[in-house]
């Protein structure tokens, strides 16, 4: 059983990271003028009607790429297994997708897309960082965050 709901995880994020670069793509070439925006007085929305829920979008990929990353980045089965694999692939796919997100999402103009992505990848970031090895520099970088969320 757990090896069924290990592989339907890494289906459910291969299929987000997927989706994701298919609309970076597909923004990607809105912005170069291949297609049409699908908004009037907006460059890009990728398959959606306005850039605001395409922004959401794209960091809601952004966010679960790199929770994988953080998460999985030190994980390599020994040896060629179908998990070695699957892994691998899963992997790719979150790091294609990352660079993509980082491509489309400053086009976007989505403000709450980038602040919905650092708060994800930070609250990831600390359930991944064990509470006993925080160091100053990473309590002065969550400081700095809070701040900065307070900010906005």
Known sequence: MARVLQALWFLLVSGVCLWGIVESLCSLSQVLGWRSS?????ALTGHFQNPG???GFIACVM????????????????GPTIYSVVNWTTTALAWVALAAGILVLPASMSRAGWLGLAVALGIEWLRVLPSGKRTKTQRMVIGLMCFFL???
């Open 38 to 42: 699908r908004h009037a007085l907006y």
């Open 63 to 78: 966010a679960v790429a790199g929770a994988w990353l953080l998460r999985h980045s030190k994980d390599h089965p020994a």
């Open 53 to 55: 829920p395409f922004g």
């Open 150 to 152: 307070f900010l906005v």
